[in-house]
């Protein structure tokens, strides 16, 4: 009955306004109270070595000279590449024949030893991350994105949007190739500009609502205020997807395309987890894993 509740509610206020999902998560983190204090109680003390997602900006870029003593990227680069070669050569699904395509890497393909498992478990990202979020984060979802050059009318994740499935969160973004302005690169405003866009024109997530136009954007920010995350082949982006409008994938004749890693991590009450959190996380099953620590087992589904 709660759990039939919790659930209906989480949908219900998915969609609505900027007050009501706020109220949402406060409502559903009262049901989720101890996970959330455990959560909380088990932060990394700062460590200042390298810089942190700025609450009002949401967004990070660290190029690889900033951050190569705290964590490698290539391991998972070169197992991208490859995922992408492999695909291309077999010449790409039909459902993988369009502008972002988002499944060259099944989920459940990924083992408890995988590079990406040691990537999003790595202590400096986790510390990164739930400084941000002021709490230990659920991973829930690891992916490998194409955006081939595909001309047509822009759509979807190609105009500016703030995603649904909880009020904060951050993705990790990794360029597996040079990404230019001609390849479609990750563009948006930063969480606090995009918060009083959101209260200018009484923003909804609502599917009909959520996409805003180019046109509208351009009249109520300047220039200045979008921030395009070009950047060489390592260059690591964090963005808070949720609070900050962006886009991407608008990839330009001549380009080869652009190809990204991606690492998402949400709260335990994000608006589209069941009561049953741990049910739903498609890396569940490495959790309970003997070789993981506490944080990390919570981070991969633990006891939620
Ligand atoms: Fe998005």
Not at 37 to 62: A, C, F, H
Not at 82 to 89: C, P, R, S, V, W
Request: proline share 4%.
């Amino acid at each position: 009955m709660i759990a039939n509740l919790y659930n209906k509610f989480g949908l219900y206020v998915k969609n609505k306004n900027e007050s009501m999902r706020n109220l949402g998560i406060f409502i559903r983190k009262i049901f989720k109270f101890k996970q959330y204090m455990d959560r909380k109680s088990k932060l990394y003390p700062n460590q200042q070595k390298i810089p942190y997602i700025n609450q009002e900006r949401g967004v990070l870029t660290l190029p690889r000279a900033e951050y190569q003593a705290y964590f490698q990227t290539e391991p998972i680069i070169s197992a991208a590449i490859d995922l992408k070669d492999k695909a291309e050569n077999a010449g790409f699904q039909q459902s993988q024949k369009n502008h972002l395509i988002t499944n060259l890497l099944p989920l459940d393909t990924i083992e408890d030893n995988s590079p990406f498992i040691d990537f999003a478990l790595n202590d400096t990202i986790l510390n990164m991350v739930s400084s941000y979020l002021g709490f230990i984060p659920l991973l829930s979802y690891i992916g490998v994105w194409y955006s081939p050059p595909v001309l047509k009318k822009y759509d979807s994740s190609q105009l500016f949007h703030c995603d649904q499935i909880d009020n904060k969160q951050v993705k990790v973004f990794i360029n597996c190739t040079d990404v230019t302005d001609k390849d479609g690169p990750l563009t948006c405003l930063t969480a606090d500009v995009s918060k009083s866009i959101r209260k200018k024109i009484n923003y909804e997530w609502s599917d009909q609502r959520q996409m805003v136009s180019d046109h509208l954007i351009d009249q109520l920010v300047s220039n200045n205020n979008i921030n395009v995350l070009t950047g060489e082949k390592g260059t690591v982006s964090m963005v808070d997807t949720s609070s900050c409008f962006h886009f991407g994938s608008r990839v330009k004749n001549g380009s080869k395309g652009r190809l990204m890693i991606v690492f998402q991590y949400i709260s335990p009450y994000a608006f589209t987890l069941p009561f049953k959190t741990n049910q739903e996380l498609p890396l569940k099953w490495i959790a309970s894993h003997n070789r993981f620590s506490k944080i990390e087992r919570l981070v991969l589904g633990h006891g939620s």
